[in-house]
Nanobody, 119 residues
Framework: QARLEESGGGSVQAGGSLRLSCVRT????????MAWYRRAPGKEHEEREF??????????AYDQSVKGRFTISLDAAKNTLYLQMNNLKPEDTAIYYC??????????WGRGIQVTVSS
C-alpha cells in the first residue's frame, strides 16, 4: 500500500532552520507533481495552505510567504521529497503535509508533521 511519510519537524527559534523529508513507499497510482502544504494552529477546519510544489521536470513554485526562505527538492532515486526551511518565523508554525498532486485532479497526502517556531 502506498504511503508518504514526513520527518524532520520539531521546534526551533525564529531565524533557525529545519529540513523536512517525505519518503514515498509503494506505488501511489497516479503521476503528477509533489508538493508541501501546511495548516496553522486554529485552522483545523480550513483547507491546507499551499507552500511549494515541484514538477517532474524540476520546475518549482512557492507561496509568496516562503519565497526566498524555503527550497523544495526531490531525490527520485531515494523516492524522497525535501523542504529546506531557513530563517523560520513564528508564523511558519504549522503541521506540514507532503502530497502527490495527481494529473487527474486527485491528491494523496502524508499524515503531516509538526513544525513550531518560537519568537
Amino acid at each position: 500500500q502506498a504511503r508518504l511519510e514526513e520527518s524532520g519537524g520539531g521546534s526551533v527559534q525564529a531565524g533557525g532552520s529545519l529540513r523536512l523529508s517525505c519518503v514515498r513507499t509503494g506505488y501511489i497510482g497516479c503521476s503528477g507533481d509533489m508538493a508541501w502544504y501546511r495548516r496553522a494552529p486554529g485552522k483545523e477546519h480550513e483547507e491546507r495552505e499551499f507552500v511549494s510544489t515541484i514538477e517532474p521536470d524540476g520546475t518549482t513554485a512557492y507561496d509568496q510567504s516562503v519565497k526566498g526562505r524555503f527550497t523544495i527538492s526531490l531525490d527520485a532515486a531515494k523516492n524522497t521529497l525535501y523542504l529546506q526551511m531557513n530563517n523560520l518565523k513564528p508564523e511558519d508554525t504549522a503541521i506540514y503535509y507532503c502530497a502527490r498532486i495527481c494529473d487527474n485532479g486527485g491528491r494523496f497526502w502524508g499524515r503531516g508533521i509538526q513544525v513550531t517556531v518560537s519568537s
